[in-house]
């Protein structure tokens, strides 16, 4: 990390500060806005080290040699050509192999993306045999030559050539070929207004410059604006390329351990065996190893799908086709993860980022970091006929409060004084390091509508969406810089918004309600005091860990050394109870409202308080409640009152905040939003299922457009027993920007800690509070589409109570003309919202992406994560007015016409019975797979109406990482842990990946079982649980014991490591081998038959090649 003071940019002229601080280094200029006749020009004597990561020292990938002349030294293109294979007929129709008998990764090499827009032959991410290679040298170009052809099902012969399996049988599944994007040659992008065909599909460009001295720049101040509480103020001085973290949240430290994923990389290798896996063995000559014969088809089930057998004991002797042999993510991931070494820069419009789950550090160098903001594809198809063709969605996933990585750092604040933000006066974008100034810097060109502006600052109201401009048509002095050399402005290292692809800045009145300053925001807490909630125990656990424990964990700044958050408190049955904690009472009082037609809430002064000031009363209070109601037969309670009493509470104190409803019941007190029981498990699964996922009625949707309309949020925390209705009581905190928790038979043994834990990470995590958020496009783009959890009163603004960092929203993007071929497209997300001290701030995120009018170089710029996360939120929103058939072939057909467009348009040399999957899609069937028979989507009578309608609500919110996690669980050997290598390896989730003699965790976000063989050793049995058989374990009730043994503490680290990557806290379920319980842990084992129904992946790649036949012929 790199120590210092912690840069500011809001007072203290230039010319001083940059007289006192070192240089910055000139960073990667392809983010330089400059005359196109004047190229950059860098002096012999003014030669800066490289920019170098926190943590990175110059000796670890950044020696990059910084010449007088700038000379860029690229990699060598890559090429591929077809190599005509020479066939040989076999009598036999059994599969044969003749090929060399050695590891593939000594025969594959990944090729590099060719932009020169010819037709290119498939080279895949997978074969069913090792393909065969040459390699010829010219010059400094290399050319690879592989072939690893798949026949034609029609074919009446076998072919067989080195390195590829054909198949003679009609009907008989499609071999496999490898299809991998040709790579570019790696050359410096164009200047701005300088067309490049290489800048159509870039995917990282790494340059390195210097800086020349800013010895005379000119001053620069501003009157900073005084907020409540009143904003820090910085010294003006140059901004490093590494700047500290600010203090915008008080958030929970980041972990940056091992993830899952890494950038799309295949090499062709088998997966690495193991004790417990069962590595694909050669084919040998005169060896079979498929059948050639289709098992029968039943319900539910796609043709050739084999029955489900038991761990080392299932047989594929009726398919055809090897399950090591096809795309799996576990290779995927590890391979991907060993290859990110590098910091991956924002430096280059349309760099494709890592993948999603991948563990790397991102350096922000114009766009921002792909954990803000990430794109189905980073190459913008030019025009809508070339989408619809393609049937690529072009949409964005935006998580404006991401976490970042320990090394990573939080966008700069800004202080721009009185004047506000700079924006430009056409089409309202915020300042960006896109923008490029003219006529000596009194005047910008907006990168988003190619407007001239005037340097115009607005008073603008983005609730309002309002603006008065400034009539002077000049730049403020206040704002003014000269510009150097190239273009640039001299101040462009010192001002975030013009190097930087994400920043804050502190907003005036005109961005505040009523143009007043906002109070920090506060914390209701309402539980439920009925006879249910008593008896359980849960009113004085409650109660306990509020006094003993949450009030400490308060969110503040992270400068600050406490919390300006309010607490209130109020208990309900079929009444409501309020209580007045107001420093200068020695006890606290209770005033009961039984009026719940019109509620109100009875206190103007001492319903909230500051837990410093009243911490006696507080306490006080918490003790009394559980004594108080102790002896309470009330069984019956409200809802839409209590939530309808702190949204007043909220307005009479001019605040926002959040509202914490701890309910146990179904409301069936006579009040408004009074519901019955409605649950019926014969609709489940049905064509009318969606009544019961629909809400009863529109009272509690209302309630939370009230709550987004002033700022705040509910978090429903519910304890049933039996049927409560979250289709209906959820809808308060779907709209709000809330979220949901479920404890089904609560007991404190069992959930306590889920709940304490809970809380926690409610408390700490970033909030942004009376947040709205709009998206600005390029002329050509717009949003049309917006999918999440959120209120809009109008079609381009989302409204939120509350947004934290686990929440993201997908915003789908149209055509509104061409592009123009080989230009940027830029995108920016703003959000304005009350941070948790008080201060009413603008986040501002930009990324820039290319255009193309080529599908070869479209479909290697696309983001499978993006587009999951996209299809799954869409697939969700479509419940509420289609079948679940009518979904899962909408998908079906979706990814069959995505991956039939590469296959026409950029393999077309291919036989038809090929399976062409492009390298960056080769994930997409087994993705498709879990994805149409997820609990979420697909539900049965097994699932509950309230757990469907959670997971529906929490997919809808669901950032990427929290979507491959659900698509794709994790799973973990127990058995062989070492210490010093947790996280293990990942397993694939399949059913003959276990043992019998082993223990296997595994976990999609949402749940985690713990799965123990039949044959597992006595010992450790004895060593994890403390008891002497397992036939003692019960599936629920069963706890990993705290015993001091290398078993146990591995264990315990694994999972504890589980849990604080995920966003809420996993309750484990041990399940037995032949438990009558395990064909519900089966359904997480995605690559195989589900349990309730649903293919398994090997046969849904034969279902969806006939789909993409089918769409070919």
Same mark, same amino acid.
Not at 236 to 263: D, E, I, R, V
Not at 309 to 337: A, C, F, H, K, W
Not at 431 to 451: L, T, V, W
Not at 757 to 775: G, H, I, S, W
């Given at each position: 990390?790199?120590?210092?003071?912690?840069?500011?940019?809001?007072?203290?002229?230039?010319?001083?500060?940059?007289?006192?601080?070192?240089?910055?280094?000139? &960073?990667?200029?392809?983010?330089?806005?400059?005359?196109?006749?004047?190229?950059?020009?860098?002096?012999?004597?003014?030669?800066?080290?490289?920019?170098?990561?926190?943590?990175?020292?110059?000796?670890?990938?950044?020696?990059?040699?910084?010449?007088?002349?700038?000379?860029?030294?690229?990699?060598?293109?890559?090429?591929?050509?077809?190599?005509?294979?020479?066939?040989?007929?076999?009598?036999?129709?059994?599969?044969?192999?003749?090929?060399?008998?050695?590891?593939?990764?000594?025969?594959?090499?990944?090729?590099?993306?060719?932009?020169?827009?010819?037709?290119?032959?498939?080279?895949?991410?997978?074969?069913?045999?090792?393909?065969?290679?040459?390699?010829?040298?010219?010059?400094?170009?290399?050319?690879?030559?592989?072939?690893?052809?798949?026949?034609?099902?029609?074919?009446?012969?076998?072919?067989?050539?080195?390195?590829?399996?054909?198949?003679?049988?009609?009907?008989?599944?499609?071999?496999?070929?490898?299809?991998?994007?040709?790579?570019?040659?790696?050359?410096?992008?164009? !200047?701005?207004?300088?067309?490049?065909?290489?800048?159509?599909?870039?995917?990282?460009?790494?340059?390195?410059?210097?800086?020349?001295?800013?010895?005379?720049?000119?001053?620069?101040?501003?009157?900073?604006?005084?907020?409540?509480?009143?904003?820090?103020?910085?010294?003006?001085?140059?901004?490093?390329?590494?700047?500290?973290?600010?203090?915008?949240?008080?958030?929970?430290?980041?972990?940056?351990?091992?993830?899952?994923?890494?950038?799309?990389?295949?090499?062709?290798?088998? &997966?690495?065996?193991?004790?417990?896996?069962?590595?694909?063995?050669?084919?040998?000559?005169?060896?079979?190893?498929?059948?050639?014969?289709?098992?029968?088809?039943?319900?539910?089930?796609?043709?050739?799908?084999?029955?489900?057998?038991?761990?080392?004991?299932?047989?594929?002797?009726?398919?055809?086709?090897?399950?090591?042999?096809?795309?799996?993510?576990?290779?995927?991931?590890?391979?991907?993860?060993?290859?990110?070494?590098?910091?991956?820069?924002?430096?280059?419009?349309?760099?494709?980022?890592?993948?999603?789950?991948? *563990?790397?550090?991102?350096?922000?160098?114009?766009?921002?970091?792909?954990?803000?903001?990430?794109?189905?594809?980073?190459?913008?198809?030019?025009?809508?006929?070339?989408?619809?063709?393609?049937?690529?969605?072009?949409?964005?996933?935006?998580?404006?409060?991401?976490?970042?990585?320990?090394?990573?750092?939080?966008?700069?604040?800004?202080? !721009?004084?009185?004047?506000?933000?700079?924006?430009?006066?056409?089409?309202?974008?915020?300042?960006?390091?896109?923008?490029?100034?003219?006529?000596?810097?009194?005047?910008?060109?907006?990168?988003?509508?190619?407007?001239?502006?005037?340097?115009?600052?607005?008073?603008?109201?983005?609730?309002?969406?309002?603006?008065?401009?400034?009539?002077?048509?000049?730049?403020?002095?206040?704002?003014?810089?000269?510009?150097?050399?190239?273009?640039?402005?001299? *101040?462009?290292?010192?001002?975030?918004?013009?190097?930087?692809?994400?920043?804050?800045?502190?907003a005036t009145k005109q961005y505040c309600k009523d143009e007043k300053w906002p109070e920090p925001p506060a914390f209701i807490f309402m539980i439920d005091v009925s006879y249910n909630s008593v008896r359980s125990g849960l009113v004085e656990y409650i109660c306990h860990i509020l006094k003993n424990e949450l009030l400490n964990y308060l969110p503040r700044d992270k400068d600050a050394e406490t919390s300006n958050v309010r607490v209130g408190f109020a208990t309900f049955d079929k009444q409501m109870h309020f209580y007045n904690i107001k420093n200068t009472l020695g006890q606290p009082q209770m005033m009961i409202v039984s009026d719940l037609e019109d509620i109100f809430v009875p206190l103007l002064d001492g319903f909230l308080g500051s837990p410093l000031e009243s911490r006696s009363v507080i306490n006080s209070l918490l003790d009394q409640i559980p004594q108080s109601f102790a002896n309470t037969q009330e069984t019956e309670t409200i809802l839409a009152p209590v939530i309808q009493s702190g949204i007043q509470a909220f307005k009479e104190a001019n605040c926002s905040g959040k509202i914490y409803v701890f309910s146990t019941t179904l409301p069936i007190a006579v009040a408004p939003g009074k519901l019955s029981n409605r649950d019926d498990k014969k609709l489940l699964g049905t064509d009318k299922e969606k009544t019961l996922l629909a809400p009863a009625n529109n009272i509690f949707t209302k309630l939370g457009e009230e709550c987004a309309h002033h700022g705040c949020a509910v978090d429903l925390f519910v304890f049933p027993n039996n049927y409560i209705d979250l289709a209906t009581i959820s809808e308060v905190c779907r709209v709000s920007g809330g979220q949901t928790y479920k404890f089904n038979y609560f007991s404190i043994e069992n959930d306590g800690e889920r709940l304490l834990d809970d809380l926690k990470r409610n408390f700490q995590r970033a909030t942004a509070f009376d947040a709205l958020m709009r998206v600005r496009t390029s002329a050509g783009i717009r949003p049309i589409d917006f999918l999440g959890n959120f209120y809009m009163t109008n079609a381009t603004e989302m409204i939120f109570g509350t947004i934290d960092s686990d929440k993201s929203v997908c915003v789908e993007l149209k055509h509104d003309d061409k592009l123009p071929v080989e230009s940027n497209t830029y995108i920016?997300?703003?959000?304005?919202?009350?941070?948790?001290?008080?201060?009413?701030?603008?986040?501002?995120?930009?990324?820039?992406?290319?255009?193309?009018?080529?599908?070869?170089?479209?479909?290697?710029?696309?983001?499978?994560?993006?587009?999951?996360?996209?299809?799954?939120?869409?697939?969700?929103?479509?419940?509420?007015?289609?079948?679940?058939?009518?979904?899962?072939?909408?998908?079906?057909?979706?990814?069959?016409?995505?991956?039939?467009?590469?296959?026409?348009?950029?393999?077309?040399?291919?036989?038809?019975?090929?399976?062409?999957?492009?390298?960056?899609?080769?994930?997409?069937?087994?993705?498709?797979?879990?994805?149409?028979?997820?609990?979420?989507?697909?539900?049965?009578?097994?699932?509950?109406?309230?757990?469907?309608?959670?997971?529906?609500?929490?997919?809808?919110?669901?950032?990427?990482?929290?979507?491959?996690?659900?698509?794709?669980?994790?799973?973990?050997?127990?058995?062989?842990?070492?210490?010093?290598?947790?996280?293990?390896?990942?397993?694939?989730?399949?059913?003959?990946?276990?043992?019998?003699?082993?223990?296997?965790?595994?976990?999609?976000?949402?749940?985690?079982?713990?799965?123990?063989?039949?044959?597992?050793?006595?010992?450790?049995?004895?060593?994890?649980?403390?008891?002497?058989?397992?036939?003692?374990?019960?599936?629920?009730?069963?706890?990993?014991? *705290?015993?001091?043994? &290398?078993?146990?503490?591995?264990?315990?680290?694994?999972?504890?490591?589980?849990?604080?990557?995920?966003?809420?806290?996993?309750?484990?379920?041990?399940?037995?081998?032949?438990?009558?319980?395990?064909?519900?842990?089966?359904?997480?084992?995605?690559?195989?038959?589900? !349990?309730?129904?649903?293919?398994?992946?090997?046969?849904?790649?034969?279902?969806?090649?006939?789909?993409?036949?089918?769409?070919?012929?």
């Amino acid at each position: 990390m790199l120590a210092g003071p912690r840069p500011s940019f809001n007072s203290g002229p230039p010319s001083q500060s940059m007289q006192q601080q070192p240089q910055a280094p000139y &960073p990667m200029y392809p983010n330089q806005f400059q005359s196109p006749t004047v190229p950059p020009n860098f002096p012999v004597n003014q030669q800066q080290p490289p920019i170098l990561p926190p943590n990175f020292s110059g000796s670890q990938h950044y020696q990059a040699p910084v010449s007088s002349n700038h000379q860029i030294q690229s990699h060598p293109q890559h090429h591929t050509s077809n190599q005509q294979p020479s066939s040989s007929q076999f009598p036999s129709p059994s599969l044969n192999y003749t090929g060399p008998q050695q590891p593939l990764q000594a025969q594959f090499s990944t090729q590099q993306p060719n932009l020169t827009g010819m037709q290119q032959p498939s080279v895949g991410p997978f074969s069913l045999q090792p393909p065969t290679h040459s390699l010829t040298s010219t010059g400094n170009q290399q050319q690879y030559q592989s072939q690893a052809s798949i026949m034609p099902t029609e074919i009446n012969q076998t072919f067989m050539q080195q390195g590829t399996i054909t198949s003679n049988q009609f009907g008989a599944p499609p071999t496999f070929s490898n299809a991998q994007f040709p790579q570019p040659q790696q050359q410096p992008p164009p !200047f701005p207004n300088q067309s490049s065909s290489s800048m159509s599909c870039v995917p990282q460009y790494q340059y390195l410059g210097s800086q020349p001295p800013y010895n005379n720049a000119p001053s620069s101040s501003f009157a900073p604006i005084s907020q409540s509480p009143p904003a820090t103020s910085y010294s003006q001085q140059p901004l490093p390329l590494h700047y500290p973290n600010q203090p915008n949240f008080y958030t929970a430290p980041t972990k940056s351990g091992s993830q899952l994923n890494g950038p799309n990389a295949y090499s062709g290798q088998q &997966p690495p065996s193991g004790p417990n896996t069962h590595p694909a063995q050669p084919l040998s000559s005169g060896s079979s190893s498929y059948s050639g014969q289709q098992p029968p088809s039943g319900p539910n089930t796609y043709p050739g799908q084999p029955p489900s057998s038991g761990p080392t004991q299932q047989t594929y002797q009726s398919q055809r086709i090897d399950p090591d042999m096809v795309p799996n993510v576990v290779q995927v991931l590890e391979q991907s993860q060993e290859k990110i070494q590098e910091l991956f820069i924002t430096n280059a419009p349309g760099s494709i980022p890592p993948l999603a789950a991948t *563990d790397f550090v991102c350096q922000d160098q114009g766009s921002c970091n792909p954990r803000y903001i990430r794109s189905t594809t980073y190459t913008i198809p030019y025009a809508t006929d070339m989408i619809k063709q393609s049937h690529i969605p072009i949409a964005l996933a935006i998580s404006p409060l991401a976490n970042l990585r320990s090394d990573e750092f939080e966008p700069p604040v800004a202080n !721009f004084g009185e004047i506000g933000p700079i924006r430009c006066y056409r089409c309202k974008a915020y300042m960006c390091s896109f923008m490029q100034f003219i006529d000596g810097g009194k005047r910008f060109i907006c990168c988003f509508c190619e407007a001239a502006t005037d340097g115009m600052i607005e008073n603008f109201s983005l609730r309002e969406n309002s603006f008065s401009p400034i009539t002077d048509t000049t730049v403020p002095p206040e704002y003014f810089n000269h510009l150097d050399h190239s273009g640039r402005r001299m *101040d462009w290292y010192q001002r975030p918004e013009l190097c930087l692809g994400s920043y804050e800045v502190l907003a005036t009145k005109q961005y505040c309600k009523d143009e007043k300053w906002p109070e920090p925001p506060a914390f209701i807490f309402m539980i439920d005091v009925s006879y249910n909630s008593v008896r359980s125990g849960l009113v004085e656990y409650i109660c306990h860990i509020l006094k003993n424990e949450l009030l400490n964990y308060l969110p503040r700044d992270k400068d600050a050394e406490t919390s300006n958050v309010r607490v209130g408190f109020a208990t309900f049955d079929k009444q409501m109870h309020f209580y007045n904690i107001k420093n200068t009472l020695g006890q606290p009082q209770m005033m009961i409202v039984s009026d719940l037609e019109d509620i109100f809430v009875p206190l103007l002064d001492g319903f909230l308080g500051s837990p410093l000031e009243s911490r006696s009363v507080i306490n006080s209070l918490l003790d009394q409640i559980p004594q108080s109601f102790a002896n309470t037969q009330e069984t019956e309670t409200i809802l839409a009152p209590v939530i309808q009493s702190g949204i007043q509470a909220f307005k009479e104190a001019n605040c926002s905040g959040k509202i914490y409803v701890f309910s146990t019941t179904l409301p069936i007190a006579v009040a408004p939003g009074k519901l019955s029981n409605r649950d019926d498990k014969k609709l489940l699964g049905t064509d009318k299922e969606k009544t019961l996922l629909a809400p009863a009625n529109n009272i509690f949707t209302k309630l939370g457009e009230e709550c987004a309309h002033h700022g705040c949020a509910v978090d429903l925390f519910v304890f049933p027993n039996n049927y409560i209705d979250l289709a209906t009581i959820s809808e308060v905190c779907r709209v709000s920007g809330g979220q949901t928790y479920k404890f089904n038979y609560f007991s404190i043994e069992n959930d306590g800690e889920r709940l304490l834990d809970d809380l926690k990470r409610n408390f700490q995590r970033a909030t942004a509070f009376d947040a709205l958020m709009r998206v600005r496009t390029s002329a050509g783009i717009r949003p049309i589409d917006f999918l999440g959890n959120f209120y809009m009163t109008n079609a381009t603004e989302m409204i939120f109570g509350t947004i934290d960092s686990d929440k993201s929203v997908c915003v789908e993007l149209k055509h509104d003309d061409k592009l123009p071929v080989e230009s940027n497209t830029y995108i920016q997300a703003a959000l304005l919202y009350t941070s948790i001290s008080g201060q009413r701030r603008l986040r501002i995120l930009t990324l820039a992406l290319t255009v193309t009018s080529s599908y070869t170089s479209l479909y290697p710029a696309c983001d499978l994560d993006t587009i999951m996360n996209y299809i799954t939120k869409v697939a969700v929103r479509s419940i509420a007015v289609s079948t679940p058939k009518s979904i899962r072939d909408s998908i079906i057909t979706q990814s069959a016409n995505m991956l039939a467009c590469y296959r026409k348009n950029c393999a077309q040399s291919t036989t038809a019975g090929q399976l062409i999957l492009p390298e960056t899609l080769k994930l997409l069937p087994v993705y498709v797979t879990s994805l149409i028979k997820c609990d979420g989507l697909t539900g049965t009578q097994t699932v509950t109406t309230d757990d469907r309608t959670l997971q529906m609500h929490r997919l809808m919110s669901m950032n990427i990482k929290g979507t491959f996690a659900y698509l794709y669980p994790r799973v973990f050997a127990l058995h062989n842990l070492e210490e010093d290598k947790i996280p293990p390896p990942m397993i694939r989730c399949s059913y003959d990946r276990f043992s019998e003699t082993g223990a296997y965790v595994i976990e999609n976000g949402l749940v985690m079982y713990i799965w123990l063989g039949s044959q597992l050793s006595s010992t450790f049995v004895q060593s994890l649980f403390g008891i002497q058989t397992s036939s003692h374990i019960q599936a629920e009730k069963c706890r990993i014991v *705290d015993l001091d043994n &290398p078993i146990s503490r591995n264990v315990r680290a694994l999972l504890n490591l589980i849990r604080n990557e995920r966003n809420s806290y996993m309750k484990s379920f041990v399940i037995q081998q032949r438990d009558s319980v395990e064909p519900f842990f089966k359904n997480y084992l995605i690559e195989d038959k589900g !349990f309730t129904g649903g293919a398994s992946y090997v046969d849904f790649l034969y279902h969806l090649h006939r789909e993409i036949r089918n769409i070919l012929q």
